[in-house]
């Protein structure tokens, strides 16, 4: 049986920690015995979520082994940068946990997808990810330390889906450039997985019209929607020892959908 403290030593980067999958995650890892650093463009969200959590930290610069937030724009080369390096001085580490959970959608028709619309889909969904997953694996393997490093992609990047040319590139990509990084930083200890959602309750899918979600409920083998704590699970198993010897992976968490 897996011990209720898995992370106890942990301290877990969770981006995108302001709401959904991101909170869930942050949740999960603190109850998991992790020190959290939540992330999210939006900074009052963060600290929400810090909240929710227990215990101190609620404001920038916790004290060591308290949970702590912070704001950035993680499609910002510097931003990322400037993230890690704030949560190394405020924890005294590295995070030896990285979750990237930041993402957005704007869809439309590839007919009449704007290059904008297009280009800030990829900028947080593909490009946040690199940059994160990029300062993160040097500060560990500057440190000596182990890691996991967990990407949170979709099964729209692996099956596509209308209205969606944009988003679906962008998991596509967080798909391949987990894989290779897996690759490449297997010789520092460091692992490397994604985790692909399928449709999940969330404020994202929200946004999707309730005559498309029943449509896609009937296409679940589960017949139902999954929940933010589904993939949390899932998370919670890629960054303890319990996997110690996964990675390249890509996790599929959609209750049976195929599309």
Same mark, same amino acid.
């Given at each position: 049986?897996?011990?209720?403290?898995?992370?106890?030593?942990?301290?877990?980067?969770?981006?995108?920690?302001?709401?959904?999958?991101?909170?869930?995650?942050?949740?999960?890892?603190?109850?998991?015995?992790?020190?959290?650093? %939540?992330?999210?463009?939006?900074?009052?969200?963060?600290?929400?979520?810090?909240?929710?959590?227990?215990?101190?930290?609620?404001?920038?610069?916790?004290?060591?082994?308290?949970?702590?937030?912070?704001?950035?724009?993680?499609?910002? %080369?510097?931003? %990322?940068?400037?993230?890690?390096?704030?949560?190394?001085?405020?924890?005294?580490?590295?995070?030896?946990?990285?979750?990237?959970?930041?993402?957005?959608?704007?869809?439309?028709?590839?007919?009449?997808?704007s290059e904008d619309n297009w280009?800030?889909?990829?900028?947080?969904?593909?490009?946040?990810?690199?940059?994160?997953?990029?300062? %993160?694996?040097?500060?560990?393997?500057?440190?000596?330390?182990?890691?996991?490093?967990?990407?949170?992609?979709?099964?729209?990047?692996?099956?596509?889906?209308?209205?969606?040319?944009?988003?679906?590139?962008?998991?596509?990509?967080?798909?391949?450039?987990?894989?290779?990084?897996?690759?490449?930083?297997?010789?520092?200890?460091?692992?490397?997985?994604?985790?692909?959602?399928?449709?999940?309750?969330?404020?994202?899918?929200?946004?999707?019209?309730?005559?498309?979600?029943?449509?896609?409920?009937?296409?679940?083998?589960?017949?139902?929607?999954?929940?933010?704590?589904?993939?949390?699970?899932?998370?919670?198993?890629?960054?303890?020892?319990?996997?110690?010897?996964?990675?390249?992976?890509?996790?599929?968490?959609?209750?049976?959908?195929?599309?």
């Amino acid at each position: 049986m897996a011990s209720p403290l898995r992370l106890r030593s942990a301290l877990a980067l969770v981006t995108g920690a302001g709401g959904g999958i991101g909170r869930a995650v942050s949740v999960r890892l603190a109850a998991e015995g992790a020190a959290v650093a %939540a992330c999210d463009l939006d900074g009052a969200a963060a600290r929400e979520t810090v909240q929710l959590l227990g215990g101190p930290g609620s404001k920038e610069g916790a004290p060591r082994g308290a949970h702590a937030a912070f704001q950035a724009d993680v499609s910002a %080369a510097g931003a %990322a940068r400037r993230l890690l390096e704030q949560v190394q001085a405020c924890f005294s580490r590295p995070p030896s946990v990285v979750v990237s959970c930041a993402g957005i959608t704007r869809d439309e028709f590839l007919l009449h997808m704007s290059e904008d619309n297009w280009d800030r889909v990829i900028a947080v969904n593909l490009k946040g990810i690199f940059l994160v997953t990029q300062a %993160a694996a040097q500060a560990l393997v500057s440190s000596g330390c182990p890691g996991s490093i967990i990407n949170i992609s979709s099964i729209i990047g692996k099956v596509g889906n209308m209205g969606q040319t944009n988003y679906a590139a962008s998991k596509a990509g967080v798909i391949g450039l987990t894989q290779s990084a897996a690759r490449e930083l297997g010789r520092h200890r460091i692992r490397c997985n994604s985790v692909l959602p399928g449709f999940i309750r969330t404020p994202m899918t929200q946004k999707v019209p309730q005559k498309v979600l029943d449509k896609v409920t009937g296409m679940i083998p589960m017949a139902h929607m999954g929940n933010p704590e589904d993939v949390a699970d899932v998370v919670a198993f890629l960054a303890s020892e319990d996997s110690g010897y996964i990675t390249g992976a890509s996790v599929e968490v959609t209750g049976g959908l195929f599309m």
